[in-house]
């Protein structure tokens, strides 16, 4: 086999396909979590610490550049002067945000293996007994025993 017809073969795979269609949902997810952290949550956070913006929140490690004009509290254009910083603030968001996707991801979960139960045991309710396999033998010894009890005289 070729390997342009091995790599076909490869796409082809139902578990391929599927795990392409859960990272893109999962970027497009990731996206969401990020908008809603970014513009409800960490606003709401910094509010009741007495700030908007959590990305204001960093060290400085290294000088400012001597020509730099901007704010000195301005994280953004401090890093773009290649000031060497650490944004703990962006870190912190990245944590809730990691939080919420995770928190997200169990509650579905959850929600998932709950209706599994429920439809095993509506299925195991469902089925009748008779169903179930048997040994052959056993079958045949409980005809012969009934075929007894229908005989009269017996």
Request: glycine share 8%; aromatic share 10%; charged share 20%.
């Amino acid at each position: 086999m070729s390997l342009v017809g091995e790599f076909r073969k490869f796409i082809a795979r139902g578990n391929v396909l599927d795990l392409a269609v859960g990272v893109m949902i999962g970027a497009a997810f990731g996206k969401i979590v990020t908008s809603l952290t970014e513009n409800v949550i960490m606003p709401l956070i910094g509010w009741a610490f007495g700030s908007i913006d959590f990305s204001k929140y960093f060290w400085r490690l290294g000088p400012v550049p001597a020509d730099y004009k901007g704010s000195l509290t301005d994280y953004a254009a401090l890093k773009a002067a290649g000031v060497t910083m650490i944004g703990y603030g962006e870190f912190i968001t990245q944590i809730v945000n990691f939080l919420i996707i995770a928190f997200v991801l169990f509650m579905l979960v959850r929600s998932v293996n709950t209706m599994i139960e429920k439809v095993k045991r509506e299925q195991e309710a469902a089925a009748p007994a008779a169903d179930t396999p048997t040994d052959p033998q056993l079958d045949t010894l409980k005809a012969i025993l009934e075929e007894l009890r229908r005989k009269p005289g017996a």
